[in-house]
């Protein structure tokens, strides 16, 4: 029975030594550590959150650039392709179209050898 009451009055000294140190009454030595800790702890958060922020906004901000230099690649590539076309055009000559051309050619191919030409109107009335 002593042994019970001796641990039993362990274990409420040790209650009582608990409380005291979590007591903010009895903690006046403490309370401005505390306090100052918990404006360092404020300021960092808010210091967090604005570089968050900050953070997302050049996020978008390098990707709006991106997107920019990626259209003015494409749009100066389209004007150079338009560009080389263009005079590739101008120097086959003459104005003429591809098809005009074509058509050029085969009216002045040369029969081959050996090859029989149609005969004429003209050819059997004479």
Not at 73 to 83: E, Q, R, S, T, V
């Amino acid at each position: 029975m002593k042994q019970m009451e001796d641990r039993y009055k362990k274990y409420l000294e040790k209650a009582k030594s608990v409380i005291r140190t979590l007591d903010p009454k009895q903690n006046q030595g403490a309370a401005p550590e505390v306090q100052s800790l918990k404006n360092q702890l404020q300021e960092k958060e808010r210091m967090l959150h604005s570089l968050s922020k900050e953070y997302e906004k050049t996020k978008i901000q390098r990707d709006h650039e991106e997107k920019l230099i990626v259209s003015a690649w494409y749009n100066m590539g389209m004007a150079l392709h338009k560009k080389a076309a263009e005079e590739r055009l101008a120097s086959t000559g003459s104005g003429q179209s591809f098809l005009a051309r074509q058509r050029q050619a085969t009216s002045t191919r040369r029969p081959y050898p050996g090859h029989v030409q149609p005969a004429t109107a003209s050819d059997v009335i004479a």
